[in-house]
């Protein structure tokens, strides 16, 4: 039977479970909703099998700090893959990450003459002794997006955001695809198209006499909000509630409290929604400052569903208002707050439709959702005495457009 250690991060209300031939098991305890807020297991590597171990390592885990381990890259390089599995990437040790290209995604043998330097410890402020696998990933993460930048595929920011840095880049590809390579480029995959260039360009930049010196040292050294990185703030409330507020990169910021078991139970303890899109500076200090004013405005005669319902992430969720779209095969919705918003939004997609354009709109799962095929739009509001939705507008077909779609219909509820 295999050694198992556990440790209980007491404020997340987590113990972790960690056997010496598996990776580390996460057990949320009875104060964390039930539907899956955090991953199920994490695996961190290279890490020496002690308590003292596992419990720094989850800690700096659950607060995203980088994690490190006392591995050795001279005795176990590192490799990754970027651009699809084109470009190997390597650490060995020294004072450079190099990279390589390869010949349908296999492995670049070791002594191969493709391996080139892509990015100096130095430039990066690092040496050997304090490089670890999480910033290694990060950095070539921030790397492959920086070389998007020098083709002109993904726009550069000016002051980039680590948190937001690289977002948007399959769709930037996608897009650039597309135009730039119309003639190569099938209805059903871009994919090949960019591929074949990407490959080309490639292979030209590595056999020019400088090799890839163009590409050195591009992009930064990012911190990606992910399952394996998360973002984590901690705050008490006027009547000494702990409450943390946490985030995996995705379209929701939780809310836990582990002097709050009432909480995990109502299945929806979103606290913000779309935090990249919503922030108007830099993000990871913008989420802060959102969860420290919502924590300094908490009162000691809040009960649990006030204390959601008063969420940023819960007005949305439970928007009163929605735009329905469908088309052949098509149903989606759009929730919006207000009946001035909504008709502004449904007449924009009707506009955009009938030109026969993508409609872009806000879903509860993505801020910039899109939809192509539409044919019908329409208005609806929630009824919470029948408690279902109720058509609000006259709806607009394409090709059919009434002259009065898209307003009231007669005697229709009154807003709310």
């Known amino acids: 039977m295999p050694a198992t250690l556990t440790y209980h991060h007491e404020r997340a209300d987590l113990t972790f479970t960690w056997n010496s031939d598996t990776g580390i098991r996460i057990r949320p305890g009875k104060t964390v909703p039930y539907w899956g807020v955090y991953p199920d297991r994490i695996s961190f590597g290279e890490l020496p099998f002690t308590i003292s171990a596992l419990r720094d390592a989850c800690d700096a885990w659950w607060e995203g700090r980088e994690i490190t381990t006392c591995r050795s890259f001279v005795e176990r390089p590192w490799t990754t893959y970027e651009f699809s599995g084109q470009v190997q990437v390597r650490y060995q040790g020294g004072p450079v990450i190099e990279a390589a290209l390869t010949e349908h995604c296999r492995p670049v043998p070791a002594d191969s003459k493709d391996w080139q330097p892509i990015i100096d410890l130095a430039a990066d402020d690092r040496t050997p002794t304090d490089v670890t696998a999480d910033w290694l990933h990060r950095r070539t993460s921030g790397w492959s997006t920086g070389v998007l930048e020098h083709l002109g595929i993904h726009a550069p920011q000016q002051v980039p955001d680590p948190a937001r840095y690289g977002d948007g880049t399959d769709d930037s590809v996608i897009a650039w695809t597309i135009r730039n390579l ?156 207000t009946q001035k918003e909504a008709y502004e939004v449904a007449r924009r997609a009707r506009d955009n439709a009938a030109n026969g354009e993508g409609v ?57």
Request: glycine share 6%.
């Open 360 to 416: 872009s709109f806000r879903s509860v799962f993505r801020y910039q959702d899109c939809a192509n095929g539409v044919s019908s739009v329409c208005v609806q509001r929630w009824d919470p005495e029948e408690n279902l939705w109720r058509t609000h507008s006259r709806p607009w077909k394409k090709n059919n457009p009434a002259t009065d779609a898209l307003i009231p219909c007669p005697g229709s509820a009154p807003a709310i």
């Open 182 to 337: 119309p003639t190569q480029v099938k209805a059903d995959c871009t994919a090949g198209a960019w591929h074949t260039w990407f490959a080309t360009t490639a292979r030209a930049v590595w056999d020019a006499p400088d090799g890839p010196a163009a590409w050195c040292n591009a992009g930064i050294a990012t911190r990606p909000v992910a399952d394996w990185a998360p973002w984590t703030y901690q705050d008490t409330t006027a009547d000494g509630t702990r409450f943390n507020f946490l985030w995996f990169g995705g379209n929701c910021v939780h809310i836990t409290s582990p002097d709050n078991p009432s909480l995990a139970t109502l299945g929806d303890a979103t606290f913000l929604l779309h935090p990249r899109e919503q922030a108007t500076g830099p993000l990871l200090p913008w989420l802060e400052d959102q969860a420290r004013q919502w924590a300094a405005n908490c009162t000691t005669t809040q009960t649990v569903a006030d204390i959601l319902a008063s969420t940023p992430g819960n007005a949305l969720r439970h928007a009163p208002w929605r735009i329905e779209l469908t088309g052949p095969g098509l149903s989606r919705y759009a929730p919006v707050l």
